[in-house]
């Protein structure tokens, strides 16, 4: 038997991407999670499940006593138009929930934390493409903010207790499971609309890009830095690595390769760009390629085709916002790298 492992968020998008991973390298995973979002079809197989928020003392109990080694941290508030909104609801789970949380894992014994911070929240907006893990952070949304404000906490935790930490900060993870519904990924949300025949509203010129990076392949990510040798705390980046491909796609140019391979015409609707979302994304991942052994395996179109064949069923039909089982990958497309200008403003 491998670690004893506790992922929060685990029945969400991302965290049952790499509860799945834990428990096939033959980890013993309990998977935490309030179902607010996530669904009990995504929890894999073999992992125990405890449904609890973040905030509460059950939580904090469960860390407490549980005997766990590794805490991976998923759960959050991931709206930034709520965190917009409403600050104090954001900044109450997504700050608050980390620090109940800790309190547990340093009664029991917790070894390490592996922390989903934003690389797509957290850098200013401001700067030259892709951003390494030293560019400047200054980020646009409540979201952002609490996200850099964990990860300060998190190296203060190192310092005074001991509780080690590595921070992954992705860019913008998509993949089989995603929420296609309200502030869904944006491939989520367009797959989903347009395997309905609906036409997708696209917030701003859809010349914004996003860095897409693979959920399999950020359950990779996670795994490595679960195990990897991490190096001294000298400032806050240390132990921080960006998850991305340092790829720009352009939101409209999504929408088209998604309508392509759907054998449908794009129809799209523009409104304006929303408050606290950046214009331009990518994340350089030298440091992870060179300290975790991680590069992304999955070429954007594969990725794509993997996450249509869980969204559209054989008849060629929508399967539904809900949740859906990744079916794999097939196809070796590639996406376009943009040419990225000097001062331009990032995603």
């Given at each position: 038997?491998?670690?004893?492992?506790?992922?929060?968020?685990?029945?969400?998008?991302?965290?049952?991407?790499?509860?799945?991973?834990?428990?096939?390298?033959?980890?013993?995973?309990?998977?935490?999670?309030?179902?607010?979002?996530?669904?009990?079809?995504?929890?894999?197989?073999?992992?125990?499940?405890?449904?609890?928020?973040?905030?509460?003392?059950?939580?904090?109990?469960?860390?407490?006593?549980?005997?766990?080694?590794?805490?991976?941290?998923?759960a959050a508030q991931v709206?930034?138009?709520?965190?917009?909104?409403?600050?104090?609801?954001?900044?109450?789970?997504?700050?608050?929930?980390?620090?109940?949380?800790?309190?547990?894992?340093?009664?029991?014994?917790?070894?390490?934390?592996?922390?989903?911070?934003?690389?797509?929240?957290?850098?200013?907006?401001?700067?030259?493409?892709?951003?390494?893990?030293?560019?400047?952070?200054?980020?646009?949304?409540?979201?952002?903010?609490?996200?850099?404000?964990?990860?300060?906490?998190?190296?203060?935790?190192?310092?005074?207790?001991?509780?080690?930490?590595?921070?992954?900060?992705?860019?913008?993870?998509?993949?089989?499971?995603?929420?296609?519904?309200?502030?869904?990924?944006?491939?989520?949300?367009?797959?989903?609309?347009?395997?309905?025949?609906?036409?997708?509203?696209?917030?701003?010129?859809?010349?914004?890009?996003?860095?897409?990076?693979?959920?399999?392949?950020?359950?990779?990510?996670?795994?490595?830095?679960?195990?990897?040798?991490?190096?001294?705390?000298?400032?806050l980046d240390a132990r921080?690595?960006?998850?991305?491909?340092?790829?720009?796609?352009?939101?409209?140019?999504?929408?088209?390769?998604?309508?392509?391979?759907?054998?449908?015409?794009?129809?799209?609707?523009?409104?304006?760009a929303r408050a606290g979302?950046?214009?331009?994304?990518?994340?350089?991942?030298?440091?992870?390629?060179?300290?975790?052994?991680?590069?992304?395996?999955?070429?954007?179109?594969?990725?794509?085709?993997?996450?249509?064949?869980?969204?559209?069923?054989?008849?060629?039909?929508?399967?539904?916002?809900?949740?859906?089982?990744?079916?794999?990958?097939?196809?070796?497309?590639?996406?376009?790298?943009?040419?990225?200008?000097?001062?331009?403003?990032?995603?």
């Amino acid at each position: 038997m491998g670690r004893k492992v506790l992922v929060t968020g685990g029945a969400g998008f991302i965290g049952s991407h790499v509860a799945a991973a834990y428990v096939a390298a033959g980890d013993d995973v309990t998977v935490l999670d309030d179902l607010s979002s996530g669904a009990m079809a995504n929890v894999p197989s073999g992992a125990r499940f405890v449904r609890a928020d973040i905030r509460s003392p059950e939580a904090r109990a469960l860390l407490a006593s549980g005997g766990f080694t590794l805490l991976n941290h998923h759960a959050a508030q991931v709206d930034v138009r709520i965190s917009v909104a409403d600050p104090v609801r954001d900044s109450d789970i997504n700050i608050l929930g980390l620090l109940n949380l800790l309190a547990g894992a340093g009664t029991g014994g917790v070894r390490r934390v592996i922390f989903a911070s934003s690389g797509g929240a957290v850098y200013v907006e401001h700067g030259r493409l892709p951003h390494g893990e030293a560019a400047a952070k200054l980020p646009l949304s409540p979201y952002g903010s609490a996200k850099l404000a964990c990860e300060y906490y998190l190296a203060t935790f190192a310092q005074l207790y001991g509780l080690e930490s590595a921070v992954l900060r992705y860019s913008n993870v998509y993949g089989p499971r995603q929420n296609g519904a309200g502030e869904g990924g944006v491939v989520a949300v367009f797959a989903h609309r347009l395997a309905a025949g609906e036409p997708v509203t696209i917030f701003g010129d859809g010349r914004q890009t996003r860095d897409l990076v693979y959920a399999g392949d950020v359950a990779e990510a996670n795994l490595l830095a679960s195990e990897c040798r991490l190096g001294p705390l000298g400032e806050l980046d240390a132990r921080a690595f960006n998850i991305g491909t340092g790829i720009e796609t352009g939101v409209t140019e999504l929408a088209e390769v998604l309508a392509a391979a759907l054998g449908r015409r794009l129809d799209a609707r523009y409104q304006p760009a929303r408050a606290g979302e950046l214009r331009r994304s990518a994340l350089a991942i030298d440091k992870a390629a060179a300290e975790l052994g991680w590069r992304p395996r999955t070429p954007l179109r594969e990725g794509l085709a993997s996450t249509l064949r869980a969204i559209v069923g054989p008849d060629g039909g929508t399967a539904g916002p809900g949740p859906a089982r990744d079916s794999g990958g097939t196809g070796r497309m590639g996406s376009r790298r943009l040419r990225a200008e000097p001062e331009a403003r990032s995603a």
